[in-house]
């Protein structure tokens, strides 16, 4: 059974920095990506790391100011969160697919965390 257990969200001032963290039971040929949905959005993808050299992928609105990456020993992914925006606040979500490289549609990921909520004040 695949289980994801997100941790690290909270509150912060616009411009902190947070740093989420997805632990998972799977590890190895699993490409590994974040999600977010803001309240009467739909969920958006935000990051994703493939198992085939590690390749990352952003989205426009987080490029540059988050960075996601693999801690093997720990079969863990992070993501380091910097300059939030009120607009960054969401329930941030960790999803897993066994596909080699990153998608950005969430129907290509058949496992998810149950979420840790993230809330930027202006």
């Known amino acids: 059974q695949v289980q994801l257990v997100e941790s690290g969200g909270g509150l912060v001032q616009a411009g902190d920095s947070l740093t989420l963290s997805c632990a998972a039971s799977?590890?190895?040929?699993?490409?590994m990506a974040w999600f977010r949905q803001a309240p009467g959005k739909e969920r958006e993808f935000v990051a994703g790391i493939g198992w085939i050299g590690g390749i990352t992928e952003y989205s426009d609105s987080v490029r540059g100011r988050f960075t996601m990456t693999r801690e093997n020993a720990k079969k863990t992914v992070l993501l380091q969160m910097n300059g939030l925006k009120p607009e960054d606040t969401a329930v941030y979500y960790c999803?897993?697919?066994?596909?080699?490289?990153?998608?950005?549609?969430?129907?290509?990921?058949?496992?998810w965390g149950q979420g840790t909520q993230v809330t930027v004040s202006s």
């Open positions: 799977v590890w190895g040929a699993w490409t």
């Open positions: 999803a897993a697919t066994r596909r080699s490289s990153v998608h950005k549609t969430d129907s290509e990921y058949p496992y």
